[in-house]
T-cell receptor, first 114, second 114 residues
């Protein structure tokens, strides 16, 4: 089955700096790669996703890049703010239009310090 | 829409007791997922349903765990008998098998088995 590895496990940046989280996946058939943000005591929530027919996607301060050849994808957060502090999970799945499951990475705890 | 609804939000029980967790997916969503989250093992998929039919239960840890989805608006996850190592946050998520692949998570049930 699919295996997703995520690095780093913890990341501390100063407010205003950029943060990058990287993930690799094992199944070359995977075609959907979402990123979820989970604040302390809350549910995971989707912040951005990318499909395999796209190499990069951006939404304000957040961007995701995908390298299908190398089977890795990354989350980039620019101009970090204290409210960006949370645990971020990457995931991968094979979507065929019917139900399919996400395989999650182990998470990155991001702390944005003042 | 109220989003994915889970009950109870917190459950404290003694080892050996039966525990039933409940989930109501978002109306119109035809896929439902049960996850378990712990510090040690991260976010694990236990089982998922498509159109009320279990598709993949390979993540169910053992026979003590069972899940049902009798109709499109209700699912249960049952643990019998419960053990201290079952203590975790259990999330239910749902999605529509349409153009969007996003899974929407419920608020979770925090289970403590003493």
């Amino acid at each position: 089955g699919e295996n997703v590895e995520q690095h780093p496990s913890t990341l501390s940046v100063q407010e205003g700096d950029s943060a990058v989280i990287k993930c690799t996946y094992s199944d070359s058939a995977s075609n959907y790669f979402p990123w979820y943000k989970q604040e302390l005591g809350k549910r995971p929530q989707l912040i951005i996703d990318i499909r395999s027919n796209v190499g990069e996607k951006k939404d304000q301060r957040i961007a995701v890049t995908l390298n299908k050849t190398a089977k890795h994808f990354s989350l980039h957060i620019t101009e970090t703010q204290p409210e960006d502090s949370a645990v971020y999970f990457c995931a991968a799945s094979i979507n065929t239009g019917t139900a399919s499951k996400l395989t999650f990475g182990t998470g990155t705890r991001l702390q944005v310090t003042l | 829409d109220a989003g994915v609804i889970q009950s109870p939000r917190h459950e404290v029980t003694e080892m050996g007791q039966e525990v039933t967790l409940r989930c109501k997916p978002i109306s119109g969503h035809n896929s439902l997922f049960w996850y378990r989250q712990t510090m040690m093992r991260g976010l694990e998929l236990l089982i998922y349903f498509n159109n009320n039919v279990p598709i993949d239960d390979s993540g169910m840890p053992e026979d003590r765990f069972s899940a049902k989805m009798p109709n499109a608006s209700f699912s249960t996850l049952k643990i019998q008998p419960s053990e201290p190592r079952d203590s975790a946050v259990y999330f239910c998520a749902s999605r529509s098998t349409g153009r969007t692949y996003e899974q929407y998570f419920g608020p979770g049930t925090r289970l403590t088995v003493t």
